[in-house]
């Protein structure tokens, strides 16, 4: 489903992120499984992520994310009036991670709730968020993608343990005014027919928490990372170019592309398919592999940060991840 709307009037006004201090590399994890930082680099462009302490949990991560963005838009805990958390990975089933960031922030009189849309969650969030201001429920947002990755790792597989890391990304979306940018064209989707090639198979009501499920690491991340490739490039392909038609843009217009930070071979497909050049493909996966709803969210702050971009630039974020999910915007900053 795309939508554009340039009159919606909703712009970011300031972003964050975080990750956690431990780092393990590559050749630490050779020490764990069969692998080698050479398979992994070339494989994937990973060369280390971040994990979290046993007592740093997601709502923790989030919360120093969300700390920043609202710094950088000038904005107080206490103005807030929706907080919209995107992750897999909640400090707990119930109540919503977003409560506990509210909390921990003071956001006092915020309305709190999760999405579970795996990687594509944080530009499902801007697009709910955007909607609601839009609309007039709410002048601002909140809107964080966090993840707690290496909770739910098979620490023994090869196949899908060099992938994953840790870390979360916020943003605060207003009501734009004179001079403000604008969230121009949004994207998502989902293909429920292929929920079984990326998923956590236990810890809900098909098959619960009990010893046996854990003994067979059914509470972590599996995989079929072939499958998942192939669809992954299609769908950022057509999420992309669908935003950037109902933006009325050109390829060349475009000063950044910032997509899921999950493969660099699926990174340069897309960015060979969209005719965008390499330079203008924000990559940061090398350092923190995939993170999941926090991706892009860390992307785009990390972008931002780094003038990637500027005040009035066309920029373009696309994701996918499990579900199959797919989601996109075009900005213009
Ligand atoms: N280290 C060393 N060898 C490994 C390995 C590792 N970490 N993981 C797998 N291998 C082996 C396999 O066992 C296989 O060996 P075999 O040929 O003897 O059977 C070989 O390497 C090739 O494996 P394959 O799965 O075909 O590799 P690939 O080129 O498809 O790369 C991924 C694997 C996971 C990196 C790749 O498929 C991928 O990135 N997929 C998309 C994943 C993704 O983006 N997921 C998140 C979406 S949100």
Same mark, same amino acid.
Do not use: R
């Given at each position: 489903m795309t939508e554009s709307n340039?009159?919606?009037?909703?712009?970011?006004?300031g972003t964050g992120s975080y990750v956690p201090e431990k780092v393990l590399t590559n050749d630490e994890l050779a020490t764990l499984v069969d692998t080698s930082d050479e398979w992994i680099v070339t494989r994937t462009g990973i060369k280390e992520r971040r994990i979290a302490r046993d007592d740093e949990f997601t709502s923790h991560m989030a919360s120093a994310a969300a700390r920043k963005a609202l710094e950088q838009s000038g904005t107080?805990?206490?103005?807030?009036?929706l907080i919209i958390v995107a992750t897999?990975? @909640?400090?707990?089933? %119930?109540?919503a991670t977003a409560c506990h960031v509210q909390q921990q922030l003071g956001a006092t009189k915020a309305v709190a709730f999760d999405i579970s849309a795996a990687c594509s969650g944080f530009l499902y969030a801007m697009k709910i968020a955007k909607r609601m201001i839009a609309a007039g429920a709410f002048e601002n947002a909140l809107i964080i993608g966090a993840e707690k990755l290496s909770a739910v790792t098979n620490w023994s597989d090869r196949t899908t343990c060099v992938l994953f890391g840790d870390g979360a990304g916020a943003a605060v979306l207003k009501k734009s005014g004179e001079g403000d940018g604008d969230i121009v064209a949004t994207e998502m989707g989902s293909d429920g027919?292929?929920?079984?090639?990326?998923?956590? @198979?236990?810890?809900? %009501?098909?098959c619960p928490i009990n010893s046996e499920n854990v003994d067979k690491n059914l509470q972590t991340l599996s995989m079929l990372g072939k499958e998942v490739f192939k669809h992954a490039v299609t769908r950022m392909k057509q999420a992309s170019e669908a935003v950037i038609e109902r933006a009325g843009w050109s390829p060349e217009d475009i000063a950044c592309v910032i997509p899921h930070q999950a493969n660099l071979r699926i990174i340069d497909a897309i960015a060979d398919r969209l005719a965008?050049?390499?330079?203008?493909v924000f990559v940061n996966l090398h350092k923190y592999g995939n993170t999941s709803a926090a991706a892009v969210a860390i992307a785009l702050d990390e972008a931002h940060r780094e003038g990637k971009f500027k005040r009035g630039d066309k920029i373009v974020l696309v994701v996918f991840g499990a579900g199959l999910t797919w989601a996109a915007a075009a900005i213009e900053w």
């Open positions: 340039s009159s919606s009037g909703v712009f970011v006004a107080s805990a206490e103005e807030i009036d897999i990975t @909640p400090d707990t089933p %119930t109540p027919t292929l929920t079984h090639l990326l998923n956590i @198979p236990g810890g809900g %009501t098909a965008v050049p390499n330079e203008k």
